[in-house]
């Protein structure tokens, strides 16, 4: 887990850019974008362009404007200028799309937050917080305030992990709608592998440069579990990195940001809690916040996915997740209980496996998507985990 990492775009933009009554279909971050219009260099100055070479941007697939674009074609050599994570692609340049971004510069690294909802694509800019103009005082006031500033970094001893603080809820930072495009400009919303395009009616549009993040079985983890963990005749189908991160989920039809165990947990004992706190809840979106390592959802604290969800949630990264053709259960290493192990891995909550079906989907509306752990238990419940 990177507490450090900023809140996700999906959870923002369900708290600042939708609207009453209207569903988020993505969400994503972008900073730097190009034109391939005809008629405009990457820059958006007059010039012969890609489609002015015989490229034309209608009909063409996602992803091939990118690697045309990217590959060569056009005024895009320069390799001092930073990379596009996004383009825009027209017929002219007086396009709906050349339009839409003529506030914005080319070429430079803005962070922008772009959501595609039920009525409308958009664009928001982050509100920047001002802060309030202190009252002029005396030079003795300036001095006595200057102590009372000095004493509390000297007394403040928490942790901080970018913008967010040991012990304070993760902030979700005010964005405000700069640009809105109505579905009904939008000719069709177009996906192929790591390109993401949305065509306006005119035929002209976005291309979105996405990098799928691929879940991989950790070798490490794969070789110590397999040689002092699995049973004579057992074979792994997963072991997972230690997860840094509290758990988050559902239960009985309450939401629960952290959960708590209700089990009876090993004779461990941890270090006090440094990390921050998770954001306001946001089911949907729990993988946006840096903080949750983990989603519960069950009818009841009795469900099978609460046994396991418990130990992550008190573990807090020492216990990881071990699943073979037989069980499936949470794996902490020995040394934590004894000071002279007999064995490397002692198993808690062990489950059958044909009782709990495992996947890896990618999942979230946040782009580009995170692959989970899914377990489905037997009894209905379900534990996501993130796939270090």
């Known amino acids: 887990m990177i507490f450090s990492a900023p809140l996700g775009p999906g959870h923002v933009a369900r708290q600042h850019v939708c609207r009453a009554g209207e569903s988020l279909v ?22 012969r362009s890609l489609f002015a070479r015989g490229a034309s941007a209608v009909g063409r697939g996602a992803g091939d404007l990118a690697l045309t674009f990217l590959g060569g074609g056009g005024d895009s050599a320069d390799d001092k200028s930073p990379p596009a994570d996004h383009l825009v692609f027209g017929p002219s340049g007086e396009s709906l799309a050349v339009r839409a971004l003529s506030r914005f510069e080319p070429g430079k690294r803005s962070d922008r937050l772009w959501a595609l909802t039920s009525t409308r694509l958009v664009i928001a800019e982050r509100v920047a917080e001002v802060a309030a103009e202190p009252e002029p005082k005396s030079f003795l006031g300036k001095a006595i305030e200057f102590g009372k500033d000095m004493g509390k970094i000297l007394t403040d001893t928490r942790r901080t992990y970018g913008e967010h603080v040991e012990g304070e809820p ?25 390109s993401l395009r949305v065509v306006l009616v005119d035929g002209s549009g976005f291309e979105f440069l996405l990098q799928p993040r691929v879940a991989a079985q950790d070798k490490v983890v794969a070789k110590e579990l397999t040689k002092f963990w699995l049973r004579r005749g057992e074979n792994l189908e997963l072991g997972l990195a230690p997860v840094f991160g509290y758990v988050g989920g559902v239960v009985g039809g309450s939401v629960h940001v952290p959960w708590n165990p209700v089990g009876e947990m090993p004779p461990l004992k941890l270090d006090a809690l440094r990390w921050p706190l998770p954001a306001p809840p946001s089911p ?96 209905g419940s379900r534990l996501d985990i993130r796939h270090p």
């Open 26 to 47: 993505w969400a994503m971050y972008r900073r730097t974008f190009y034109y391939a219009v005809d008629g405009l260099d990457r820059l958006g100055a007059p010039s």
């Open 170 to 194: 993760v902030a979700v930072p005010a964005h405000r709608v700069v640009v809105e495009i109505p579905r009904a400009q939008i000719a069709d919303v177009q996906s192929a592998g790591s």
């Open 284 to 379: 949907p979106d729990w993988l946006d916040d840096p903080t949750l390592g983990y989603w519960l959802e069950g009818p009841a604290p009795s469900c099978a996915a609460v046994r396991l969800a418990d130990h992550f949630a008190f573990a807090r990264g020492n216990g990881r997740l071990a699943v073979s053709d037989q069980r499936v259960a949470v794996v902490y290493p020995t040394h934590l209980f004894e000071a002279k192990p007999a064995t490397v891995f002692t198993t808690f909550a062990e489950i059958p496996r044909n009782a709990v079906r495992l996947e890896t989907p990618s999942t979230g509306a946040s782009l580009p998507a995170e692959p989970v752990v899914r377990l489905t238990f037997a009894d």
